[in-house]
T-cell receptor, first 118, second 116 residues
Framework: GAGVSQSPRYKVAKRGQDVALRCDPI?????LFWYQQALGQGPEFLTY????????KSGLPSDRFFAERPEGSVSTLKIQRTQQEDSAVYLC????????????????FGSGTRLTVV | AQKVTQAQTEISVVEKEDVTLDCVYETRDTTYYLFWYKQPPSGELVFLIRRNSFDEQNEISGRYSWNFQKSTSSFNFTITASQVVDSAVYFCALRPLIQGAQKLVFGQGTRLTINP
C-alpha cells in the first residue's frame, strides 16, 4: 500500500483481556518500529525490527508486551492481561534503510490503534 | 541519556500571524539527527524535516523555517503567515547518528491552534 496501515483503528478491551494490534508497513521497508503514545504525551519507543529480527526491545514496559514480525513484513504487537495503564495510542512506523549505510528518507507512521482498557 | 523538551504545551494564534515552536534537547552523543513531525487530528505523524547535527544551516521550506543552534541545543520551528490547516500537535525528536541506534526520542509536543 501507499502508507503504513494499522488495525484495528480502535480497540476497547476489558482489564485482563489479551489484545493483538497489527501493522502493515510500506512494501519494501526494512525497518519497523512500535511506539506508545499516552494521552497528551509524545510517542515513546517500544521496539524495533530490521526485517524479521527484533534488534531492540528495550522500550517494552513489561513481559506482558510481545512483538513479532515473522516474515519481515507485517508485525503484530500483543499485550497480555491488559491493564488500565496500557490505554494509549500504539503507533507503528516503517523506514527504508539503504543497505550498507544509514541513508533514511524518514520514518512513515501509521494512524495508530487507540487502545482503551476498561 | 537523551531528552527533548518542548516547553510550550499549547499555543493559540490568529491566522496569518507568525508562530515559533521551541525545542531544546539534551544528548551526550556528538552526532545525531533532529526531526520535526506534525500530528493532525487523524493521528498519523507526518515527517517535516530531518537535520544532521553537523549541519547548522537554517532551512526554509515555503512558510516553514527551522533554526538549529548547537550552542544552545535548540532546534526551533517557525511557521510564517500561519493558516488554519497548520493546526495540529507538533513534535520535535532526536536520534543518535550511530549504527544500530534507531529509536526516536520525542518531546511532549506543542498543540498549535490557528484561529480564523
Amino acid at each position: 500500500g501507499a502508507g503504513v496501515s494499522q488495525s484495528p483503528r480502535y480497540k476497547v478491551a476489558k482489564r485482563g483481556q489479551d489484545v493483538a494490534l497489527r501493522c502493515d508497513p510500506i512494501s519494501g521497508h526494512v525497518s519497523l518500529f512500535w511506539y506508545q503514545q499516552a494521552l497528551g504525551q509524545g510517542p515513546e519507543f517500544l521496539t524495533y525490527f530490521q526485517n524479521e529480527a527484533q534488534l531492540d526491545k528495550s522500550g517494552l514496559p513489561s513481559d506482558r508486551f510481545f512483538a513479532e514480525r515473522p516474515e519481515g513484513s507485517v508485525s503484530t504487537l500483543k499485550i497480555q492481561r491488559t491493564q488500565q495503564e496500557d490505554s494509549a495510542v500504539y503507533l507503528c512506523a516503517s523506514s527504508l534503510r539503504q543497505k550498507g549505510g544509514d541513508r533514511e528518507d524518514g520514518y512513515t507512521f501509521g494512524s495508530g490503534t487507540r487502545l482503551t482498557v476498561v | 541519556a537523551q531528552k527533548v523538551t518542548q516547553a510550550q504545551t499549547e499555543i493559540s494564534v490568529v491566522e496569518k500571524e507568525d508562530v515559533t515552536l521551541d525545542c531544546v534537547y539534551e544528548t551526550r552523543d556528538t552526532t545525531y539527527y533532529l526531526f520535526w513531525y506534525k500530528q493532525p487530528p487523524s493521528g498519523e505523524l507526518v515527517f517535516l524535516i530531518r537535520r544532521n547535527s553537523f549541519d547548522e544551516q537554517n532551512e526554509i521550506s515555503g512558510r516553514y523555517s527551522w533554526n538549529f543552534q548547537k550552542s544552545t541545543s535548540s532546534f526551533n520551528f517557525t511557521i510564517t503567515a500561519s493558516q488554519v490547516v497548520d493546526s495540529a500537535v507538533y513534535f520535535c525528536a532526536l536520534r543518535p547518528l550511530i549504527q544500530g541506534a534507531q529509536k526516536l526520542v520525542f518531546g511532549q509536543g506543542t498543540r498549535l491552534t490557528i484561529n480564523p
